[in-house]
T-cell receptor
């Protein structure tokens, strides 16, 4: 049973560029949440997707957008990258049946460096 | 913003000792969860305690919750070198809310 998979593992971009990160949820899960984790900090909630729609959104600018596909996989897009966007981006999946915020399963993350 | 605040920020103990970590939060919650993170990679869910529960056990883990003080503690008994990691508390305020993490505690277990 595959867990949550994220790609790519590492990414280096320059300021102003755009980036797309990808996530496949754990088998049987239908809800995907994205988190940003800066070095030495806890994960900060970006947004959550269910049934291909954004259900919840954290305090992030519109440069951060996402998408969920019919197979429950998800993408996180960040436009006009800033140096401060450098962080570990984590995807977490859960089941709406089990309450979407209970027992999240995390991927290993994408380490984004903006130069 | 981060809801939970863990205490201490860093903890270093000898293998075999117990490790106690604390978490305080600010608003009413539906449940509180603890996660572990190794080497800055993905988080692993450890245990969940609901707002109407006071104590819960899972293997070497014991978590308590005091909703009147808005605080929780995680006890790891008989620690092992493999327990070395960062530990985060996360609060869930219920329906239509987000899971909010604290800044984490770095636990080092010396062999």
């Amino acid at each position: 049973d595959a867990g949550v998979t994220q790609s790519p593992t590492h990414l280096i971009k320059t300021r102003g560029q755009q980036v797309t990160l990808r996530c496949s949820p754990k088998s049987g899960h239908d809800t995907v949440s994205w988190y940003q984790q800066a070095l030495g900090q806890g994960p900060q909630f970006i947004f959550q997707y269910y049934e291909e729609e954004e259900r919840q959104r954290g305090n992030f600018p519109d440069r951060f957008s996402g998408h969920q596909f019919p197979n429950y996989s998800s993408e996180l897009n960040v436009n006009a990258l800033l140096l401060g966007d450098s962080a570990l981006y984590l995807c977490a999946s859960s089941s709406i049946q089990g309450a979407s915020n209970e027992k999240l399963f995390f991927g290993s993350g994408t380490q984004l460096s903006v130069l | 913003s981060q809801q939970g605040e863990e205490d201490p920020q860093a903890l270093s103990i000898q293998e075999g000792e117990n490790a106690t970590m604390n978490c305080s939060y600010k608003t009413s919650i539906n449940n509180l969860q603890w996660y572990r993170q190794n080497s800055g990679r993905g988080l692993v869910h450890l245990i969940l305690i609901r707002s109407n529960e006071r104590e819960k056990h899972s293997g070497r883990l014991r978590v308590t919750l005091d909703t009147s003080k808005k605080s929780s503690s995680l006890l790891i008994t008989a620690s092992r070198a493999a327990d070395t990691a960062s530990y985060f508390c996360a609060t869930d305020a219920g329906a239509n809310s987000k899971l909010t993490f604290g800044k984490g505690i770095t636990l080092s277990v010396r062999p």
